[in-house]
């Protein structure tokens, strides 16, 4: 007979930043039935966070997939705020803050310390940095784990689930009867930078950029390109542009970092975007221009 995992269904979820990944990853928790604690780092970060939040559910309701009064419960489950010691009863605590290694280690101090319940998970929500690096900034590296959402969360199935060596299988079990439990389809990583998903997507889209630095077509016919050519729904520079050229960025060098593989290694043109606050759809201004 199999063990079932200590800990019990997880019921109380927190969410650490609101920005694209965070504000899905709380939409989802909550639509699930779970109460949901989002905490940010500033009162005008809240207020952005709810405001995305908010304009996801709307559109859901605009397209018949959610009726106003689910709307309105979704949105009583989920509490917004500053301070991290909200985080105290929660089960488990997703981290989604910027692709940055010092603000994630920073975070799970923070996280470990808040969290009072023994067997809760901490998970990030991390594209591409090791777990186990994250893992040791805590003092329970058994009950950390990579909980990899796709973006725009609410729409893409899929979530990737990355052990370190020291995660422990309880903790796993949990992490993917919970996942399922929101409908997501679950997929196993190795800890190595990148983990499965984009280990293999921001190369393509790093040799977009590189394509479009070296003059061999336009941004709309590289992007044409694939989606005509190959059916994928966007081309590789507006789908830069949706996960933010930033994280595109920071991405390029945690994987460049580990394998210190030339593919992996930013183009110049990433660079000079980012540095120019161009950071694709949610600055406005990427490959292409935003409303
Ligand atoms: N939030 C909530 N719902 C959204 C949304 C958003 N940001 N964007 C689109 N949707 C919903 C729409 O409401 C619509 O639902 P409906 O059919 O029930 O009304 C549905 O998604 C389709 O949207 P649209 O008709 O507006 O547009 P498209 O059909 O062009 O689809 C897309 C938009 C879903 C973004 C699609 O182009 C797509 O899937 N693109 C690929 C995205 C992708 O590859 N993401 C992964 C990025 S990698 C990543 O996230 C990892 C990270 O670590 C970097």
Same mark, same amino acid.
């Given at each position: ?6 800990g019990g269904a ?5 969410v ?12 989802v ?6 109460? $949901?604690?989002v #905490?940010?780092?500033s009162d005008?970060?809240v207020?952005t966070?709810?405001?995305? =939040?908010?304009? &996801? /559910?709307?559109r859901a309701?605009?397209s ?5 009064a ?11 705020g500053?301070?991290?010691e909200a985080f105290?009863?929660r ?5 989604a803050?910027?692709e940055?290694l010092?603000?994630k280690l920073?975070a799970f101090?923070r ?5 009072a319940?023994?067997?809760?998970i901490?998970a ?6 090791p ?10 590296p058994?009950q $950390?784990?990579? #909980?990899h959402?796709?973006?725009?969360v ?6 990737e =689930?990355?052990? &370190? /060596? ?10 993917r ?10 997929i196993?990583?190795q800890?190595?930078?990148?983990f499965?998903?984009?280990a293999?997507?921001v190369?393509?889209l790093?040799?977009a950029?590189?394509?479009?630095e ?5 941004a709309e016919?590289i992007d ?5 050519g190959?059916?994928?729904p966007m081309?590789?520079l507006?789908l ?6 930033d994280?595109?960025?920071h991405?390029?060098?945690s994987?460049y ?11 110049? =043109? ?7 606050g ?6 406005g201004a ?6």
């Amino acid at each position: 007979m199999t063990r079932a995992p200590a800990g019990g269904a997880i019921e109380r979820v927190g969410v650490l930043g609101c920005g694209l990944m965070g504000a899905g990853i709380a939409e989802v928790c909550a639509r699930s039935g779970a109460g $949901v604690v989002v #905490v940010e780092a500033s009162d005008g970060a809240v207020a952005t966070g709810r405001k995305r =939040l908010t304009a &996801s /559910l709307e559109r859901a309701v605009a397209s018949g997939r959610l009726d106003s009064a689910a709307r309105d419960e979704v949105l009583a489950r989920i509490s917004f705020g500053t301070g991290i010691e909200a985080f105290a009863d929660r089960q488990l605590v997703i981290e989604a803050v910027p692709e940055v290694l010092e603000l994630k280690l920073d975070a799970f101090r923070r996280i470990d310390a808040a969290v009072a319940d023994p067997e809760a998970i901490l998970a990030s929500n991390t594209s591409s940095i090791p777990i186990g690096r994250i893992a040791a900034a805590t003092g329970r590296p058994g009950q $950390v784990l990579g #909980v990899h959402f796709f973006n725009p969360v609410p729409v893409l199935p899929l979530v990737e =689930l990355v052990s &370190s /060596l020291q995660t422990s299988p309880d903790t796993l079990a949990r992490a993917r009867s919970f996942a399922e439990g929101l409908g997501k389809q679950v997929i196993l990583a190795q800890d190595r930078a990148g983990f499965v998903v984009n280990a293999l997507l921001v190369p393509y889209l790093l040799s977009a950029i590189r394509m479009l630095e070296a003059g061999h077509a336009s941004a709309e016919d590289i992007d044409t390109g694939m989606v005509a050519g190959c059916a994928h729904p966007m081309g590789p520079l507006r789908l830069a542009d949706l996960v933010g050229l930033d994280t595109t960025l920071h991405v390029a060098n945690s994987l460049y970092g580990e394998f210190k593989e030339p593919h992996y290694a930013p183009p110049a =043109l990433l660079m000079r975007m980012v540095d120019a606050g161009r950071l694709g759809r949610k600055s406005g201004a990427g490959f292409y221009t935003y409303d």
